[in-house]
């Protein structure tokens, strides 16, 4: 199994960032997919969810509204969409799979936010 994030970096407040997981080793179709991040200051925090029937998105406070999670099955692929980046929103970026108790994590993306 492996997740690969990839699309973080640099960005100046009130800009724009889509991250990338890429998967395989897995049915990513019966999967659902997460986003969460951290600092190193704080606990890993859940940012969105797709669900995995229904295409069905929540996000947390903090970001509905500026970010949207969506899904390719087709390229076992999900996304994270930012746009309104705020300083706060500097964080490692990771994606995750779950199925029933199953979940799998990538290692990774970071972004920053500079004001």
């Known amino acids: 199994v492996q997740l690969v994030e990839s699309g973080g970096g640099l960005v100046q407040a009130g800009g724009s960032l889509t991250l990338s997981c890429a998967t395989s080793?897995?049915?990513?179709?019966?999967?659902?997919m997460s986003w969460y991040r951290q600092t190193p200051a704080n606990e890993r925090e859940w940012v969105a969810s797709?669900?995995?029937?229904?295409?069905?998105?929540t996000y947390s406070d903090s970001v509905r509204g500026r970010f949207t999670i969506s899904r390719d099955n087709a390229k076992s692929t999900v996304y994270l969409q930012m746009k309104n980046l705020k300083v706060h929103d500097t964080a490692m970026y990771f994606c995750?799979?779950?199925?029933?108790?199953?979940?799998?994590w990538g290692q990774g993306t970071q972004v920053f936010v500079s004001s």
């Open positions: 797709i669900d995995s029937v229904d295409g069905r998105t």
């Open positions: 080793g897995f049915t990513f179709r019966t999967h659902g």
């Open positions: 995750k799979a779950w199925f029933n108790v199953a979940q799998y």
